[in-house]
């Protein structure tokens, strides 16, 4: 069974960081491409870092180049994001993502950060 366990949300004035971690089981976790996900409420869910399996490649959208990174465990089964420069609008649950096929999305249960201004 896939269990993915997020942690390290809290409250962070503007411009400080967070360091996330999402623990993972019930998987071959270094096989699989990881992402960082985040929903702000009355927003949809956005995709925020993705770390490829092998190479760990990363990606991300604008809003969040240059002030996030994300990284991988393979030995300890756990995918990080470092949040750094946090904005008020980075506020949001964020959600640790494996997608192992077409019909298997897996999702933490969430972990918020909120950043006061």
């Known amino acids: 069974q896939v269990r993915l366990v997020e942690s390290g949300g809290g409250l962070v004035q503007t411009g400080g960081s967070l360091r996330l971690s999402c623990a993972a089981s019930?998987?071959?976790?270094?096989?699989?491409?990881m992402r960082w996900y985040r929903q702000a409420p009355g927003r949809e869910r956005e995709l925020v870092a993705t770390i490829t399996k092998v190479t760990s490649e990363t990606n991300y959208p604008d809003s969040v180049k240059g002030r996030f990174t994300i990284s991988r465990d393979d030995d300890k089964n756990t995918v990080y994001l470092q949040m750094n420069s946090l904005k008020p609008e980075d506020t949001a649950v964020y959600y640790c993502n494996v997608r192992m096929n077409a019909v298997r999305n897996s999702w933490g249960q969430g972990t918020q950060v909120t950043v006061s201004s």
């Open positions: 019930g998987f071959a976790f270094r096989s699989y491409d």
